[in-house]
């Protein structure tokens, strides 16, 4: 009978063994916090142009207060999709450089226009742990969230051709295997992982369940 003890036990590790061994095996690396932001900012950037027109033939200025990191992922992203539409971008410095009559431009009719972006708030965090059965971590819940704003603006004349907002965030899970990965490449983008959580005490009332089970089980087949 004690065979029968050491036979169940042998089961419930080899299972739990081949269990984490195929999500390893099914498991595709997750993106890095760098990547999650910028697959953020390209439905922002996405937000921000949706229904609006720019007037054909006319460059664009792509203009920042306050350029940064994050900043510079949702400029990408405006980049791609306002060339996609055949609009010529620029940015400030070359703008200048290419003529550097910025009085002129700012007369004619046929002047780059300007594009004011703003970024109020991005970044990425961890959420919540999220445990694994019968104990441990599976991993983290990751949030990456952005909130910008777009103003399109004639410096010939000061007229606001249109103003946009869009807010957009994402969740996913990060395994507890891969949370120095997704903190690879990303630079200031590093959040805190969870310490603990609300149910630490469930994993040790789980394991004396799963002893005391085969503690009854053992004596059972003894009679």
């Known amino acids: 009978m004690r065979r029968t003890f050491w036979v169940c036990a042998i089961m419930i590790g080899l299972h739990l063994a081949a269990s984490a061994a195929f999500a390893r095996a099914g498991h595709a690396p997750p993106m890095t916090h760098g990547m999650a932001l910028d697959s ?4 922002v950037a996405q937000d921000l142009l ?3 027109s720019i007037p054909p033939g ?3 200025v792509l203009r920042s207060p306050a350029p940064g990191d994050t900043l510079g992922l949702l400029t990408k992203q405006l980049v791609e999709r306002l060339r996609a539409q055949n609009v ?8 200048a450089a290419a003529g550097d009559s910025s009085v002129a431009a700012a007369t004619s009719a046929d002047g780059p226009l300007h594009l004011d972006l703003q970024v109020d708030g991005s970044g990425v965090s961890y959420v919540r742990r999220v445990g694994s059965f019968p104990f441990g971590t599976k991993g983290y819940e990751r ?6 704003n777009a103003t399109l603006l004639d410096p010939a004349n000061g007229e606001v051709l249109w103003t946009r907002s869009a807010t957009r ?3 996913d899970l990060v395994p507890k ?3 120095v990965y997704a903190a690879s490449g990303s630079g200031p983008l590093n959040p805190q992982v969870p310490r603990g959580g609300g149910t630490r005490w469930l994993e040790p009332m789980i394991v004396v369940g799963v002893v005391a089970g085969l503690v009854v089980l053992f004596y059972s087949n003894r009679n």
């Open 40 to 43: 953020v900012a390209a439905i």
């Open 58 to 60: 006319r460059p664009v």
């Open 50 to 52: 949706q229904g609006v």
């Open 143 to 148: 949030l990456a969230a952005m909130r910008a």
């Open 177 to 179: 295997s891969e949370v």
């Open 88 to 95: 010529t971008v620029r940015f400030p410095a070359a703008s």
């Open 169 to 171: 965030s994402a969740t």
